[in-house]
């Protein structure tokens, strides 16, 4: 039996997707079979993250409409065997389009097939959080250290508390240590002790996500990226693994590190 | 560069994430204080419960609420009392 896990931050733009995108990939090189579910009707973009836009025939909403059935709609990603599939949104259709009952059924079909079914959620607190978060067994909240991003998941922390969400635990994502550093950014500490929630993980900030993102292909594959080795730890956390939190700097060479005392490239 | 500077000569500014910490902490005391009515309601009944035992009140009258002041947040409850029970019981 699956389990479903609901991607979630109330602000948009802080990486819900993005996550998505890598800790399915992450748990799909480590064999697990996972399902990436895109509830954001009307603005999908998890297709698009993962590189699979040209593949859609059906989706959510055909599905829930029963126009097909739900094997026909999963979209096999080649580059993991049988371990990823992607549930794309209805591009077309709105929010409303999906009741929290047909998802919850839905999530319920999957589980029976996959060990893990991550659900990316839109922003907001709507029906369409409400769908996605219907058949979730527990939650990655996801924020970035910024006032309005912890403000919101705090809002959302206490939604998903109100609905008895399982476990929920934070992300943080999009950190700067050099920032963090110098005081002009929160860290890791501070968030925590804000929110009261348990840590699943936390991703630098990483020029690496950009580029993966105009290829299609996630950074959690990237063997090199720093955002791609976090990634790869949240997914073994996810699991059950203790896996220590990555430095957060890279150890630099000496000519680096004397260009970043000259106030040369930061 | 000016980093380094600033550390050499002190800066005269706090670094901006305790400004970022004192906000957020002051803005989530208002957020988290925005509770249902139904839950006020519950606040209410037991601080009767509560109270009934040492004195008799207007229950009618009873009012609770939550009063959100610049850098605060109170929970205010107005409780008529009717008359003081004599054998107040004994701490």
Redesign the interface.
């Known amino acids: 039996m699956g389990e479903v896990i609901v991607i979630t931050s109330g602000k948009g733009g802080v990486g819900k997707t993005t996550t998505a995108a890598n800790l399915g990939t992450a748990l799909a090189l480590n064999e697990h079979r996972v399902v990436l579910l895109d509830a954001d009707i009307g603005l999908r973009n998890l297709d698009v993250v993962m590189g699979l836009e040209n593949r859609i025939v059906y989706d959510l909403v055909d599905v829930t409409a029963k126009v097909c059935r739900l094997k026909q709609a999963l979209i096999r990603d080649k580059r993991f065997n049988e371990h990823l599939f992607l549930l794309p949104a209805a591009q077309t259709r709105d929010k409303t389009a999906v009741t929290p009952e047909e998802m919850k059924d839905l999530t319920e079909e999957l589980k029976a097939e996959f060990d893990f079914i991550l659900v990316d959620c839109p922003a907001g607190i709507e029906q369409g959080f409400r769908n996605a978060i219907s058949g979730a067994d527990r939650a990655i909240v996801v924020t970035t250290p910024?006032?309005s991003a912890?403000?919101d998941a705090?809002?959302i922390i206490?939604l998903l508390e109100a609905s008895e969400m399982g476990e929920v635990q934070l992300l943080i994502n999009r950190i700067r240590p050099r920032m963090?550093k110098?005081?002009?950014?929160?860290?890791i500490d501070?968030i925590i002790d804000?929110l009261a929630v348990d840590l699943v993980g936390v991703v630098p900030e990483d020029d690496c996500i950009v580029v993966a993102t105009n290829r299609g292909e996630p950074t959690a594959l990237d063997s090199t990226s720093r955002s791609g080795q976090a990634f790869r730890n949240i997914a073994r956390r996810v699991t059950g693994e203790q896996v220590p939190l990555m430095p957060l700097e890279a150890e630099e060479g000496l000519i680096a590190r004397v260009r970043h005392?000259?106030?040369f490239g930061s | 560069m000016l980093d380094i500077l600033g550390k050499v000569f002190g800066r005269d500014e706090a670094p901006s994430k305790e400004i970022a910490k004192e906000r957020l902490r002051l803005v989530l005391v208002h957020d988290r204080a925005t509770v249902s009515p139904q839950f006020l309601e519950l606040i209410k009944e037991e601080v009767i419960a509560v109270i009934t035992e040492y004195m008799e009140i207007d229950t009618d009258g009873v009012e609770v609420s939550i009063h959100s002041l610049e850098r605060s947040v109170a929970l205010v409850a107005s409780l008529p009392i009717k008359r003081m029970k004599r054998a107040v019981k004994a701490v």
Do not use: A, K, N, S
């Not at chain 1, 110098?182 to 860290?187: E, I, K, L, Q, S």
């Open positions: 910024e006032v912890v403000r705090d809002r206490g963090v110098r005081g002009d950014m929160m860290d501070d804000i005392l000259l106030g």
